[in-house]
C-alpha cells in the first residue's frame, strides 16, 4: 500500500488531535501505509491521563449544613471556586502534557455530548470523576458509556435525577436523554415517552461515596408504558430500550462525522457507518476507524473546512511551539474570552461549535491572542536563534505568555525550521505565509496570523 502524503497525515493527526500537529507527532506517523498510521493513533489512545489528580480529590468535598454560619458557608463557597479553577487547569495541563491528543480529543467531544456545568453541580470533585468517565470510554463501547453517563453523579446532579421521585418525576433527564444524549431532537419519540421514562428514572441517587442507589419508597413501581412497550420499567430498561433504536446508531454516527469529518453529513456514509457501527454493539473504535480511513475524510475539498475550537487553538497552539505553563489556570481567562469555558457549558446543548465559533465577538479575540503569541515569539526566536536561553532574554509581556515553560531544545528545532516546512506543518491548506503582509516579524508568527491557521 502506498505511503501516504505529508499533507493526509497531517490532517489526519489534526482532526483526530487537538487542531494543529507538532512536530513530534508527524515523525510518530511518518513512513507508515494510511492503515498503520490508523493503528498506532487507535493503540496510542490511553483512555487514562497523564497528570495527577488534584490534591483535593482525595478530600472529601465540604457540605452545608443547616446549623452552619454565613461565614462557614462562604468558606466552602470560596473553595468551590478556587477547586473549580484548579479543575480547568488540570485539563489544560493534561491536554499539553498528553502522549496520545486523540484520547484528549475524544473527551472533549463527549464533554461536549454528556454536558454537565460546575455552576450548577457545584462539586469539582464530581467534574473531575465525569471527566475520568469519559476518558475511560471515549474510544470504547458507546452503550457502556451512555449507562456510565445515565448514573454519574454530577449527570444526576445536573440534569436533576436525584430530585425525581413517584408522584412528582422530573423530566430533564429523561427528554435530554433522547433529545441529545441518544436519538436526536423530534426524532421517534413522544412526550407521553418522555413522561414515562421520568417516572423509571424516579428513586435513583447516590450516598456520600458517591455510589449509585436506588430508594425503594422513591420509585414508581407501577406499569409504564415506553416506546410501545409496557412494564414495570427502571432506568436500565429504558436505556435497553433505546439501544435497540436503529436510530442510536444514526445520531451519534452524524454527530461524530461534522466533528471529524465535514459539517455536512453524506447520508450514504452516514447510513453505511451507522449500520457498522449498530452491528459492532456500538463499539467506537469500528466506527472511527471505518469513518477516518473514508474517502470522504481522505478527500482533499474537506481539508480545512472545519473550526478549531477555542480549547484546539489554545492547547493545540502551545504544544505546537513548545511552551507548557507552569499554571495553566492561566489559560482560563482565555478559554471564556475565546467562548470556551471548559465545565461550564452554555447550556445542556453545549457549545454549538463551527462557524460559531467565529462570530464577531469571537473572531477579533482569536485575532489578538494569536497576536499575543507571535509578538513574544518575535522576541523568543532571535535568542534561540543565537544560541541562548531564550527565556532569559524575554521582555515582561512575553513572559506574561510564556512563563517559565518554553522548551528552549524543541522550540529551537521549531523556530529554525525553514518557512516552507513550517507552512506545511502549521496549516492545513499548505501554502507559504509572508511576514510582511501580517505584521510579523517572523515565520511562524506569519503563519500563526494566517486566518487559515484557525481552520482544521
Known amino acids: 500500500m502506498a505511503i501516504p502524503t505529508t499533507d493526509e497525515i497531517r490532517h489526519l493527526a489534526a482532526r483526530t488531535g487537538l487542531g494543529t500537529p507538532t512536530q513530534s507527532e508527524m515523525n510518530g506517523l511518518a513512513g507508515l501505509t494510511y492503515d498503520q498510521a490508523m493503528d498506532r493513533l487507535l493503540g496510542g489512545f490511553t483512555g487514562k491521563a497523564v497528570m495527577a489528580p488534584p490534591d483535593w480529590m482525595s478530600v472529601p468535598p465540604a457540605r452545608r449544613t443547616a446549623n452552619m454560619t454565613q461565614a ?19 485539563w489544560y495541563s493534561e491536554m499539553l502534557n498528553t502522549t496520545s491528543t486523540f484520547t484528549e480529543s475524544m473527551t472533549l467531544f463527549w464533554h461536549n455530548h454528556f454536558t454537565s456545568s460546575l455552576k450548577k453541580v457545584k462539586t469539582p470533585n464530581l467534574l473531575f470523576e465525569q471527566n475520568a468517565t469519559l476518558r475511560t470510554h471515549a474510544l470504547g463501547n458507546f ?52 413522561r ?24 414508581d413501581n407501577d406499569t409504564k408504558s415506553f416506546f410501545g412497550r409496557s412494564g414495570n420499567f427502571d432506568g436500565n430498561d429504558i436505556i435497553d430500550i433505546l439501544l435497540e433504536q436503529p436510530r442510536v446508531a444514526v445520531h451519534i ?37 471505518a469513518m477516518l480511513t473514508s474517502d470522504t475524510f481522505r478527500d482533499p475539498a474537506n ?33 471564556r474570552n475565546l467562548g470556551q469555558d471548559l465545565f461550564d457549558p452554555p447550556n445542556v446543548k453545549g457549545w454549538p461549535g463551527g462557524v460559531n465559533w467565529i462570530n464577531t465577538a469571537a473572531l477579533p479575540a482569536r485575532y489578538e491572542w494569536l497576536r499575543s503569541i507571535s509578538d513574544a515569539i518575535d522576541q523568543v526566536t532571535a535568542p534561540v536563534r ?57 515565520a511562524v508568527g506569519a503563519l500563526l496570523l494566517d486566518p487559515v491557521f484557525q481552520l482544521k
Open 143 to 194: 452503550a457502556d458509556m451512555l449507562r456510565a453517563m445515565t448514573f454519574d453523579p454530577a449527570m444526576m446532579k445536573y440534569l436533576d435525577t436525584v430530585n425525581s421521585k413517584a408522584g412528582a418525576p422530573n423530566e430533564n433527564f429523561a427528554r435530554e436523554l433522547m433529545e441529545l444524549f441518544t436519538l436526536g431532537e423530534g426524532q421517534g419519540y413522544t412526550e407521553d415517552d418522555i
Open 72 to 90: 462557614e458557608k462562604q468558606a466552602i463557597q470560596r473553595q468551590q471556586g478556587a477547586n473549580s479553577r484548579d479543575l480547568k487547569g488540570w
Open 196 to 219: 414515562e421514562a421520568a417516572r423509571a428514572f424516579t428513586g435513583w441517587g447516590y450516598t456520600a461515596d458517591r455510589e449509585l442507589i436506588l430508594r425503594p419508597q422513591s420509585h
Open 303 to 335: 481539508k480545512g473546512t472545519l473550526v478549531k475550537s477555542p480549547t484546539e487553538l489554545v492547547a493545540g497552539t502551545l504544544r505546537l511551539v513548545g511552551f507548557i505553563p507552569p499554571d495553566p489556570t492561566g489559560l482560563l481567562a482565555q478559554g
Open 253 to 289: 454516527t452524524e454527530k461524530l462525522w461534522r466533528h471529524f469529518v465535514s459539517a455536512t453529513p453524506n447520508s450514504a456514509e452516514i447510513s453505511r457507518l451507522a449500520t457498522l457501527f449498530r452491528d459492532s454493539a456500538y463499539e467506537l473504535k469500528p466506527l472511527m476507524r
Open 386 to 442: 543565537g544560541g541562548v536561553n531564550p527565556v532569559a532574554q524575554m521582555s515582561r509581556a512575553s513572559r506574561r505568555i510564556f512563563g517559565e515553560g518554553l522548551k528552549a531544545d524543541e522550540a529551537a528545532a521549531f523556530f529554525g525550521m525553514p518557512p516552507a516546512l513550517m507552512a506545511e506543518l502549521m496549516l492545513p491548506i499548505p501554502r507559504a505565509a509572508s511576514p510582511g503582509t501580517t505584521g510579523a516579524k517572523n
